[in-house]
């Protein structure tokens, strides 16, 4: 898997920086990036449940052809058939690392390799959208209308929030 420590902030050192700027991180700046990366974490995550659901269909019909051969033509080893397919629905399933992002790495197998084939790709489709972006103006200023609608949203939620929080420490007023 590709070291992307930039998103966790544990495992910096140093002052935090933006992404495009050397200067120190802003929390307005820290929380849309933030945003951002969930949005995207949870795209990834919706077309890894489709990929794994897509295996399971596969899988599926694929293991009652691993009966039959295994009963068939099995000889002394009918388990042979079976135990292939399980070995390559293993290999799926680390390939498509369902509840891994590169952000949140996640390793059903503790440590047996770092190269996670999906979460490579959709690593680098997520770097070359930000690449794109930043070199778009287009793109870049829409980024920014939805990161500051976004934020005002937020304000007008802290302040509804502040005063339900008043009046419920007020009291009923009757």
């Not at 799926?92 to 509840?99: A, D, G, K, P, S």
């Not at 959709?122 to 920014?144: P, Q």
């Amino acid at each position: 898997m590709p070291d992307s420590n930039e998103h966790d902030p544990q495992q910096q050192s140093g002052p935090q920086t933006g992404p495009q700027t050397d200067l120190v991180h802003d929390p307005v700046s820290s929380r849309r990036e933030d945003r951002w990366a969930l949005f995207w974490d949870v795209m990834v995550f919706q077309l890894k449940l489709g990929l794994d659901a897509l295996r399971d269909l596969v899988l599926s019909p694929l293991s009652f052809g691993a009966l039959l051969l295994g009963v068939i033509a099995g000889g002394d080893k009918p388990y042979q058939y079976f135990e292939r397919l399980l070995r390559f629905g293993r290999q799926t399933e680390r390939i498509i690392n369902l509840f891994g992002t590169a952000r949140v790495p996640y390793d059903p197998y503790e440590g047996t390799s770092d190269n996670l084939a999906v979460d490579r790709l959709f690593s680098n489709v997520e770097d070359m959208l930000r690449r794109n972006v930043d070199g778009s103006e287009k793109a870049s200023s829409a980024k920014t209308k939805v990161d500051e609608t976004i934020d005002e949203l937020e304000a007008r939620l802290e302040k509804l929030r502040a005063k339900a929080k008043q009046r419920f420490e007020s009291g009923p007023t009757v």
